[in-house]
């Protein structure tokens, strides 16, 4: 089996770079790589075609027009069997291709997904984002990075892959928030078969600072009540959890206030375990006080985009957005 490794790309060669070395390390080359420049100012041609020698590469550049379009893009250009998509900004383990290859041929399905986790040299700030997404404690191990999932999971494109035959069926990804998520559902609805290989990790190293996570996680929440007006069925008890969250603290807020300040140890409580459990995991006292940060602009992030969505979608029955205002989120 040929695998296309398709990786959308906007303004990120030193991110590229990193990527191409870690695609050039793997055990098993048994794979073309596709990138697709999306209009950018910054192009990593030199950094794709670098491992030209050792890799089968194909480099595209188009207009700006978002990650769905490019990827949609690179797929009309691969040549494989079966499809691999990563972010730019993820680092492959040496032995990826290999456990992939093993998975398959162990458990075949027609979709599969992978978690993402940190590597040792990634910085505290990283490692407490990571820790943020990929938590129990805050996501529910919806991403597939725990053994314990509160919903049936749906691969992410940061670690995901389909075979040619879902392309050929089911489509692309949408130019929407969730696009992977949108895909996911729709390929399951499609009959197709698709599970989570734990095993099949990638490590994801997202530059961001605390501003850019809660504008990423805000545009998370209001992703999934888009989702829920295309798809009714995908909403789950789950997804509502950081909105309760948001509820509930401010109701403790206003209760410290009016009645005692006692009520503000339910949080500190809540700020404990995610000390905790980030310090068991990462052995790093400034990780884990890093965590507890990342931990609450995750909850509250995603809980106030959840909420600001299901107020104008669901209870104003505001229609969804269309057009340049999606694309300019989109390619922030």
Known sequence: MKFSVIIPVYNRPDEMAEMMESLAAQTEKNFEVVVVEDGSTLPCREEVEKYASVLETAYYFKPNTGRSHTRNYG?????????????????????????LNRCLQENYVDCFGGPDSALPTFTPMQKAVNFAMTSFLTTG?????????????????????????????????????????????RIREAGFSMTLYPSVSVCHKRRVNLKKFFRQVYNFGQARIFLFRLHPGSLKAVHALP????????????LAIVHTPYWLLLLALYALM?????LFKNKSLKIALLSVVTGFIQLNGYGCGFLKAFWNKVLLRKDLEKGEELKKQYNK
Do not use: Q, W
């Open 141 to 185: 191990g919806i991403r597939g990075s725990g053994k314990v999932h509160m919903e049936k999971f749906h691969p992410r494109s940061f670690n995901m892959g389909f075979s040619r035959a879902v392309y050929e069926k089911v489509g692309g990804f949408k130019d929407m928030f969730g696009e992977d998520i949108d895909l996911s559902i």
């Open 274 to 278: 995610l000390f905790t459990a980030s």
């Open 75 to 99: 797929m009309e250009k691969a040549t494989g069997d079966y499809f691999l998509f990563f972010d730019s900004d993820c680092i492959l383990p040496s032995g990826y291709m290999h456990e």
């Open 243 to 254: 909105a309760l969250f948001v509820l509930g603290e401010a109701a403790l807020v206003v």
